[in-house]
């Protein structure tokens, strides 16, 4: 396994795990219209905002099977998003592919890295502080104003005796 800065041919590549994230998220949300009819292109709107060079690939054999970037906000920066194919999870391509990404921070001058993985999302969070990431930072909260649909929250964690649907 190895960790580089994208190039254009990963380009396909890196759509195609950005639509598996994309109908992982319409899985855990339940909701088929998450990322629109074609997901994989909004991978081209990312990297036109990200840009080529604060985006990395993790290769094994020659095939791409994970990325992840690096929005940049002074001294703190977020990894959005950091994505694994599916059937190479649990093998350690994500926490290298985070180690990597983290020492690029470093040297940006860095000093905070922080992820904003989805409250359903038990497997990245999960992921996520085991690798380090241990301290809030942030809770976003949510007040639903429009018709909720049956079964569209779950009940979530509790956080300072508090339980929040997600």
């Excluded at 960790?3 to 254009?8: D, L, M, T």
């Excluded at 590549?13 to 598996?20: D, G, H, K, P, V």
Aim: glycine share 10%.
């Amino acid at each position: 396994m190895h960790i580089r800065n994208y190039i254009s041919p990963d380009l396909e590549s890196c759509r195609s795990l950005w639509a598996e994230m994309v109908e992982r998220h319409r899985e855990i949300y339940d909701d088929p219209s998450i990322g629109g009819e074609n997901p994989g292109l909004e991978f081209d709107n990312h990297l036109i905002d990200v840009g080529p060079e604060r985006t990395w690939v993790a290769e094994d054999d020659q095939e791409v099977v994970g990325f992840a970037s690096l929005i940049l906000d002074g001294e703190q920066a977020e990894v959005e998003p950091m994505v694994v194919a599916s059937e190479h999870r649990g093998g350690g391509i994500g926490g290298e592919l985070l180690s990597h990404v983290a020492e690029a921070a470093k040297e940006l001058g860095v000093l905070c890295l922080y992820v904003k993985p989805v409250a359903r999302n038990t497997e990245a969070i999960s992921f996520f502080y085991d690798v380090g990431f241990k301290t809030i930072g942030h809770i976003q909260l949510f007040r639903w104003l429009g018709e909720s649909v049956p079964g569209q929250w779950k009940k979530g964690p509790e956080l300072y005796g508090k339980t929040f649907d997600c």
